[in-house]
């Protein structure tokens, strides 16, 4: 009977954990609401990013390198084929070897006259006491040993130095030669002299040439050395002759084999489009579910949006399939990372690595599947990293720091793996940094076409030196008192329930912005003169005026170019709250007067940011005129009395915002209250002296 009860008790508890983590994973806030043509634009770019994902499969070879031979071939003619592995392998070595260096004759007179200030020097040395300190330290035995020369001996002692030296300067001195190799180079030059002549003589060549270089680039010259390389020349072939078995059946084909069975046109190259259906569907899966995840994550992205995280994935696939296996996964993956992390927040830009590695289109041997898992690496610490970043200062310094940590990561990592040279690392590393760079200098210009908030840029808008900010200042100053004061009140409701807290300080700055179109028509801008509303006496042309703050304050936004996100704290801070006061004079003339021509006309809050904005503004005038002896308790009754109105009235069934983050609106609202009323020591005012007349 027990284990029965097992049996049944087991399903519940599998059925409500599952209910559990739907809930959890259940968005906020539903996702914004597109238009057709718009979904039907991102859905046609999906389409292409697959077709171009899954191109390499539309015309795969029914023979590939690492097959078993269906049968025996034999080559029907004599030819000669383009060993493709050793011409790949030669395009990779061709960069750092096309560069012809030749000897520099300026730096060689220029080294020659170095050795012969280093011959003066010495001279003069032997001419005074040894009580200075000597440029060339000389020991007692050297110093015997050329003061027992005569003047022609020390000559041509000093005249073979020299033609030694010419002869290693003829040769082509590279940088970075150690000291040893050119001592030894050295005393092989002066194997004429003997003992300490020779020894002597070794040293002063040593110290002319050490750590310098006659050499330079010469342009003409590797440019033919390019065209040697790919010419029909310098292309490596394979020789094969009449009656040559090329393969036997059941052995495999290597890449030399297929090369010569792809000359004979024995490698059937036609299309395949059960194959490549099966991987375009996937590709189409796997762009669909980065969709779904950036509308997951980010429920007010919009359409062009969508498009920016399509188009670069669909400019990765062209770029790879243009490059094929010699592109760079870091310096492919890790730049759109960063971008989209920035601009859509740290979930985006991973969702967009996920698509992009499973999107990969050849296959790839281990050495390219373990770059590619470092790039990633690498773009997934920066997708994390580029949420933190509060400075366009910040973001330059991870432009630098993280090609710098991507090469020294490959270079351990892929030692002894046949890794790229240190110069494919370093140029690697420096295209890296300058797209980076160039990210940087181009961030604006893709935040302003595409709609993006970034971290950065809102910290730049919400300076209080921005010219709109400035005028609502001057022209509105009780607006922008109230506005600052909102601000702080809405901050600390974001932090206390893990809201964009940078988003919401810089949309409170810019909610009322509308009011500059007439700052007298509201009252926190009236000083003591008349209410112009009561010489108006029109309840309807009053309410026209509240909701004009709205409709100006979108027009205001569109001039100003704020983001769109930023607009929307405009119109639904508001919603479609009723103008009570005026309703109630309405009502007083006509009873049968509608409330709907009395309300906002909205939309209600459709983020948590938008929402906090809202009750902040409802609380903030409330908080105020409390009077001075109340206590935290009852301000809490007050903010608690205020949040469940609107949310009875429907304002906040949008938002996402739940009921315990309500309570904790109220708690971070009444800190603020409590911050604002604090107690001040009463300083004593001395009398004022009386002087006479």
Same mark, same amino acid.
């Given at each position: 009977m027990r284990g029965r009860l097992l049996t049944i008790q087991i399903p519940g508890r599998v059925r409500s954990l599952w209910r559990q983590w739907l809930r959890t994973e259940r968005p906020r806030q539903p996702p914004a609401c597109w238009r057709g043509q718009d979904s039907l634009a991102v859905l046609m770019v999906c389409a292409l990013v697959a077709v171009l994902s899954s191109w390499s499969w539309l015309a795969e070879p029914s023979l590939r390198p690492g097959m078993l031979a269906p049968f025996t071939v034999q080559a029907p003619e004599s030819a000669e084929v383009v060993d493709s592995t050793a011409l790949e392998e030669r395009r990779q070595q061709m960069l750092p070897r096309t560069t012809v260096q030749v000897v520099d004759e300026e730096a060689s007179l220029r080294l020659r006259a170095q050795l012969g200030e280093q011959l003066k020097l010495m001279q003069d040395q032997l001419a005074r006491a040894r009580d200075r300190v000597e440029a060339l330290p000389l020991s007692d035995q050297e110093r015997l040993w050329l003061r027992g020369l005569s003047q022609a001996q020390l000559t041509a002692w000093q005249a073979e130095v020299s033609r030694a030296q010419l002869r290693m300067l003829s040769q082509g001195l590279a940088p970075g030669v150690s000291e040893g190799q050119l001592l030894e180079a050295a005393s092989l030059q002066l194997e004429q002299l003997t003992g300490l002549g020779r020894n002597l003589g070794a040293r002063l060549v040593v110290q002319s040439l050490q750590g310098q270089t006659n050499l330079r680039s010469d342009p003409a010259l590797s440019q033919r050395r390019i065209e040697a390389l790919i010419s029909q020349q310098g292309i490596p072939t394979i020789s094969v002759s009449k009656g040559d078995l090329v393969v036997r059946q059941g052995e495999v084909i290597n890449a030399q084999v297929f090369d010569v069975l792809d000359h004979f046109g024995l490698v059937n190259r036609r299309p395949?489009?059960?194959?490549?259906?099966?991987?375009?569907?996937?590709?189409?899966?796997?762009?669909?579910?980065?969709?779904?995840?950036?509308?997951?994550?980010r429920s007010s992205l919009e359409p062009r949006q969508a498009m920016l995280a399509l188009g670069t994935l669909l400019a990765v696939q062209g770029v790879h399939l243009w490059l094929g296996p010699g592109a760079s996964p870091m310096v492919l993956l890790a730049p759109p990372t960063l971008l989209l992390a920035q601009g859509l927040g740290t979930a985006s830009g991973l969702a967009w690595l996920a698509a992009a590695t499973l999107l990969w289109p050849v296959p790839m041997s281990g050495l390219l599947g373990l770059r590619l898992l470092l790039a990633a690496a690498t773009a997934a610490v920066a997708a994390v990293t580029a949420? =933190?970043? =509060?400075?366009? !200062?910040?973001?330059?310094?991870?432009?630098?720091? $993280?090609?710098?940590?991507?090469?020294?990561?490959?270079?351990?990592?892929?030692?002894?793996?046949?890794?790229?040279?240190?110069?494919?690392?370093?140029?690697?590393?420096?295209?890296?940094?300058?797209?980076?760079?160039?990210?940087l200098l181009l961030a604006p210009l893709v935040e302003t076409f595409f709609g993006l908030m970034t971290r950065t840029r809102l910290l730049e808008l919400a300076d209080l030196e921005r010219p709109l900010l400035r005028r609502l200042s001057c022209e509105a100053p009780g607006t922008f008192e109230h506005t600052l004061m909102i601000a702080g009140l809405a901050e600390e409701g974001a932090r206390s329930i893990g809201a964009d807290v940078d988003l919401v300080r810089t949309g409170a700055l810019y909610h009322d912005v509308g009011k500059l179109h007439?700052?007298?028509?509201?009252?926190?801008?009236?000083?003591?003169?008349?209410?112009? *509303?009561?010489?108006?006496?029109?309840?309807? !042309?009053?309410?026209?005026?509240?909701?004009?703050?709205?409709?100006?304050?979108?027009?205001?936004?569109?001039?100003?170019?704020?983001?769109?996100?930023?607009?929307d704290f405009i119109p639904e801070h508001q919603g479609t709250l009723k103008m009570g006061y005026f309703l109630h004079h309405a009502r007083e003339r006509d009873p049968s007067v509608r409330e709907a021509d009395f309300r906002y006309r909205g939309p209600t809050p459709r983020s948590r940011e938008t929402a906090i904005l809202m009750l902040a503004d409802g609380c903030e005038?409330?908080?105020?005129?409390?009077?001075?002896?109340?206590?935290? *308790?009852?301000?809490?009754?007050?903010?608690?009395?205020?949040?469940?109105?609107?949310?009875?009235?429907?304002?906040?069934?949008?938002?996402?915002?739940?009921?315990?983050?309500?309570?904790? $609106?109220? =708690?971070a609202f009444v800190r603020v209250w409590k911050r604002m009323r604090h107690r001040r020591i009463p300083y004593p005012i001395p009398a004022r002296k009386a002087f006479s007349a």
């Open positions: 395949r489009p059960l194959v490549w259906l099966s991987h375009f569907l996937e590709s189409l899966a796997v762009t669909g579910a980065m969709v779904l995840l950036l509308r997951r994550w949420g =933190r970043q =509060r400075s366009r !200062a910040e973001l330059l310094q991870l432009a630098v720091l $993280l090609p710098g940590g991507a090469v020294l990561l490959q270079w351990l990592l892929l030692q002894g793996r046949g890794q790229p040279g240190q110069f494919d690392l370093l140029s690697e590393a420096l295209l890296l940094a300058g797209l980076l760079m160039a990210g007439g700052p007298q028509w509201f009252i926190e801008n009236q000083e003591e003169g008349a209410n112009p *509303h009561d010489t108006l006496d029109d309840p309807y !042309a009053s309410a026209a005026i509240l909701q004009a703050h709205v409709d100006e304050g979108l027009k205001l936004a569109r001039r100003y170019r704020l983001p769109r996100p930023l607009a005038a409330a908080l105020r005129s409390l009077p001075p002896g109340t206590n935290e *308790h009852e301000a809490r009754t007050m903010v608690r009395r205020i949040l469940e109105a609107r949310q009875r009235d429907g304002q906040l069934a949008g938002s996402g915002i739940s009921r315990a983050e309500l309570e904790l $609106l109220i =708690r």
